[in-house]
């Protein structure tokens, strides 16, 4: 695959005296930062969509009697919610970039892409921090499978977090970097 020269690149790739900077590997660093920015988006959403997964059937699966069920505490329903919102967005933007498929025009394919990570982010962080006072509150009077559950899911809520914050940065550079002209 190449990719078109663009003005800046000529300009950026002049040779300046006693630095000995060629027009060749100004250009080839910039392709290859480009495709950096290409691989590593889908990474970051794929591990999104794992730790989004993993978040919500962790959850799911934690019921373990009157008082130790997820459903009971409004903090573990909402951990639930964003994390099934978190993993349908995030299946969703993981099948458009690996079937190659535009179903927007770039412009405004690259504007989803950059608030949808910035919106869905948002969300995990949110109910990661509102279900971690609830889970220390019962960590100090007994520590068993369900605050441990409860814990696991949290945790995989941040990672999910995590991953789909550097894909945001990604989207963002995309987005910089893209000319509306």
Not at 28 to 54: H, N
Not at 56 to 74: A, L, W
Request: glycine share 4%; charged share 20%; hydrophobic share 45%.
């Amino acid at each position: 695959m190449t990719n078109p020269v663009e003005v800046s690149d000529v300009e950026a790739a002049k040779t300046t005296p006693g630095t000995g900077t060629s027009s060749f590997s100004a250009i080839t660093q910039r392709w290859k930062r480009e495709d950096l920015v290409k691989k590593a988006s889908p990474i970051a959403r794929g591990l999104c969509l794992l730790f989004s997964l993993l978040a919500f059937i962790i959850m799911v699966s934690n019921k373990h009697g009157y008082g130790r069920n997820f459903d009971e505490y409004e903090e573990y329903k909402y951990v639930l919610a964003i994390a099934i919102i978190s993993t349908v967005y995030t299946a969703w933007q993981t099948f458009v970039h690996l079937s190659n498929r535009e179903f927007f025009d770039r412009r405004t394919s690259m504007l989803v892409d950059f608030s949808g990570d910035q919106i869905v982010a948002y969300l995990l962080i949110s109910a990661a921090s509102s279900a971690i006072p609830l889970t220390n509150r019962f960590r100090e009077s007994q520590d068993n499978i369900f605050t441990d559950s409860a814990a696991s899911a949290i945790s995989m809520a941040i990672f999910a977090f995590v991953s789909l914050a550097l894909s945001a940065l990604f989207s963002g550079y995309k987005l910089s970097t893209y000319s509306f002209i």
